[in-house]
């Protein structure tokens, strides 16, 4: 009797954690604090049509932590300019910049929009995109976007997190 109560309680105890959705696969960190922004728990949907992240409430909890200001969005109370690494199963798949619509300054690379936007039940998601305007780009080569994509929707599929049909931002 007492090893069948053993058991129970080891099980009672294991089934939370075999439950839970973080498993330290998936990150999006600061590249200076290695801070974690998002992670796995925190993301709803990955819509692979406009690579945007859509978050779940803990997620844009997170998400908003890291808006400081109380009232008008401040580029410096934000995570804006800030380089971010985004890594899946500990592996980097590619860095970049937090950016933002608002800025009149162009940018080579990956960035993440809008990054000094709080999200709502309503504004939801955060973008991948590769270059500020969007397609800007010239750094990242099509072979490059292709390979940063296809890890992303290799891994949300499996995640079953892959929305293929529409775009966040732009829906059909």
Same mark, same amino acid.
């Given at each position: 009797?007492? *090893?069948?109560?053993?058991?129970? +309680?080891?099980? *009672?105890? &294991? *089934? ?11 990150? +999006?960190? %600061?590249?200076? =604090?290695? /801070? !974690?922004?998002?992670?796995? /728990? ?6 692979? &049509?406009?690579?945007? %992240?859509? &978050?779940?409430?803990?997620? +844009? ?15 410096? !109370?934000?995570?804006? !300019? ?9 592996? /980097?798949?590619?860095? $970049? ?14 960035? +993440? ?32 976007? $292709?390979?940063?994509?296809? /890890?992303?929707? !290799?891994?949300? =599929? $499996? ?7 529409? $775009? ?5």
């Amino acid at each position: 009797m007492t *090893l069948l109560a053993t058991i129970s +309680i080891l099980l *009672l105890l &294991l *089934l939370p954690s075999a439950c839970a959705r973080s498993d330290g696969s998936f990150g +999006i960190y %600061l590249a200076d =604090s290695g /801070e !974690q922004v998002i992670s796995l /728990e925190h993301i709803k949907a990955y819509h692979s &049509l406009d690579y945007s %992240l859509e &978050l779940t409430p803990k997620g +844009i909890e997170k998400w908003n932590s890291f808006q400081t200001s109380t009232t008008i969005p401040k580029l410096a !109370q934000s995570l804006y !300019q800030r380089d971010f690494i985004l890594k899946i199963n500990g592996t /980097e798949v590619c860095r $970049g910049k937090f950016y933002s619509l608002v800025s009149s300054s162009t940018y080579d690379g990956i960035v +993440i929009m809008d990054s000094i936007m709080k999200l709502d039940s309503t504004h939801t998601a955060i973008k991948l995109d590769f270059g500020y305007p969007p397609g800007f780009s010239l750094s990242t080569t099509p072979s490059d976007e $292709g390979r940063i994509t296809s /890890e992303l929707e !290799q891994y949300f =599929s $499996g995640k079953h997190l892959l929305v293929a049909d529409k $775009g966040w931002w732009f829906p059909s």
